[in-house]
């Protein structure tokens, strides 16, 4: 097979980019910002194995420093005694969360693609998208509303219900549920418009054939339209897996706080790092922890898609 020459792709590149220069214009801001914040700051990660001199902020003096600690910076984590704690948090409240928001989009996409009203399926769209750009801090004051001692409308009830109220703000094995469930309202809405997406890909006339050959909407769900869509269900899987070791720390600290009583059940190694920090204040110990997490997810990710791929080739990401 002939190859084409790198003259002839870099001529290629540069036809391409006038066609279609509008479209390159739109990809110019996300592609800046790839190259800024991930590729760029690459050498950065060298501090992680330095002890951090602030007076040395250049790339190069960073690399030339001389301030090699080797692995002492890991450390700070790995000796503290609640290691084990925070990383089984993480992987525990994440593996919640994709498992059940990978569930309920999927669910909510099918759902919402048997509906024959157009109006009524916008209208539950907005409804479901709306919680998604609620901020975690707004967020945290629905829940104080709900589970306050004194005004808790769950307390409330459970006055008017004949039971003793609750504290729930010191009853550390209940949050793990609470945080699964505003996870959900939050971020289920948005997912579900991606799988939507994938269902709008597929080929009419195969729904149709089936309609034909006398098939039910609940047979051309399962034996049609899931199908289809299992491909990105399992690459949003894969890439969810890839973040498994990154808790995220926005929504566990607007939540949770500083309530050292539910750290039992919540406390996940971006909130214990970040704890830490606040009262040690070294950038590389920070870094250490930030690669750590990043080796672990890249190999999960690299694990879950060769697995995949033996398995379901057609999932595979690569």
Not at 51 to 58: G, I, L, M, Q, V
Not at 123 to 142: A, E, G, R
Not at 161 to 170: D, F, S
Not at 271 to 300: H, K, N
């Amino acid at each position: 097979m002939n190859r084409m020459s790198p003259d002839k792709r870099r001529i290629g590149l540069v036809s391409d980019i006038r066609r279609n220069r509008f479209s390159y214009l739109i990809l110019l801001p996300a592609a800046a910002y790839v190259i800024i914040f991930s590729y760029l700051s690459y050498p950065y990660i060298a501090i992680a194995f330095q002890r951090f001199d602030y007076r040395k902020s250049n790339i190069f003096q960073i690399l030339f420093s001389g301030n090699w600690v080797g692995f002492k910076n890991f450390e700070f984590f790995f000796a503290s005694q609640n290691a084990s704690l925070v990383t089984y948090n993480t992987v525990y409240l994440n593996f919640l969360f994709i498992l059940t928001g990978t569930v309920l989009a999927v669910l909510l996409a099918l759902l919402l693609n048997e509906l024959r009203s157009k109006w009524f399926t916008k209208i539950s769209q907005s409804i479901m998208l709306f919680p998604n750009y609620i901020s975690w801090i707004v967020v945290s004051y629905i829940l104080l509303s709900l589970f306050s001692n004194e005004y808790g409308i769950v307390n409330r009830l459970m006055l008017s219900l004949g039971q003793a109220p609750k504290n729930w703000y010191t009853d550390a094995s209940v949050w793990p549920g609470i945080l699964v469930i505003v996870r959900l309202w939050k971020g289920a809405g948005m997912s579900a418009i991606i799988y939507l997406a994938a269902i709008a890909g597929i080929d009419s006339t195969m729904r149709e054939a089936a309609e034909i050959d006398g098939a039910n909407r609940f047979q051309i769900t399962t034996r049609i339209t899931l199908p289809l869509i299992t491909p990105t269900i399992v690459i949003m899987t894969l890439l969810a897996i890839g973040r498994i070791m990154f808790g995220d720390f926005g929504m566990i600290y607007a939540l949770i706080g500083d309530n050292g009583t539910l750290y039992r059940t919540t406390d996940i190694i971006d909130t214990y790092v970040f704890r830490a920090l606040r009262q040690v204040g070294d950038p590389s110990q920070a870094m250490a922890i930030s690669l750590f997490q990043s080796v672990i997810g890249f190999i999960m990710v690299f694990g879950s898609n060769a697995l995949v791929r033996k398995l379901y080739p057609d999932g595979a990401l690569y």
